[in-house]
């Protein structure tokens, strides 16, 4: 029999962790002749008993495992990690909130057994998210995809299925400042999408708030796209096309030709399309170092420079 492994970041969720489990078990249960299962709890550094209550479940089950963190590293962090220790032919990424509904697990295998190399659960609608963070989340992915060489799916969640051959590929990966699900889909393979409700939080408050969220779609900008880096560059590249044409034709239309708009401009004007200009060419030279800066980011960070898929056997 397959193994299927279960990765659950968890922070603060100790009210959580048997509800998620006891869910988990009914929804296992009638698959059980054909897999067999891990679950992969990950204890990014909370400050209640989430630890002690994994624990717990790891004495009465040996299929619960739990990978206990020193302190808090953020979800991106301990998803990785649940990926690097996972050891089945297939992961099945979920959250601890009991957002992500449980029941539609079987759907996800159902894909995978199908030939998808990653199922991806797509957020309809969660009851929970604030106006702010539903505005934001658009916005964020618009402007993604705009500056972004990779295409990333809106509203696609952690709620996803990996194959093995998925989750080699993304243990290559070294960069720490990551979006894991943004690198699961610059990896490519393929990929089938599961739609869902998000549910309402069943205990306990997310730990994910505004700021934290800001810093995410931050690293992921910098992760995923060059863009910000070669921002400076277009600037001065079209303040100093602007200048440069409208210096000439105030020149020209001054000294040589006698045009009456261009007499209207005092030196101390000219003067000041004169710095502009210069400020440009300041632009200019810092996007040039971009440049550099960008082909330096892409030899640290270290990214495979190709991926193979094979047929699953």
Known sequence: MKLLSFIIPAYNESANVMPLYTRLQSVLKPLSDRYTFEILFVNDGSKDTTAEEVTKLTKADTRVKLIDFSRNFGKEIATTAGLRHCTGDACMMIDADLQ????LIPDFIA???EGSDVVVGIRKESKSDSWVKKIGGKIFYVILNKISDTEITPNATDFR???RAVIDAFNEFKETKRLTRGLIDWLGFRRTYI???AEERLHGTASYSVWKLLKLALNSFMSLSLF???VAGYIGIFITSFSLIAGSYIFLGKYFFKW???LTFSDSEDLAIFIVFLVGIILMSLGLIS???ANIHEEVIK???YVIRKERE
Do not use: V
């Open 111 to 113: 894909k995978w057994e």
């Open 291 to 293: 440049l550099y800066i």
């Open 228 to 230: 910000p880096l070669k």
């Open 161 to 163: 299925l990996l194959d």
């Open 195 to 197: 739609f869902f409700d």
């Open 100 to 103: 992500h509904p449980a029941e």
């Open 303 to 305: 990214r495979p420079l």
């Open 260 to 262: 009456y708009w261009a």
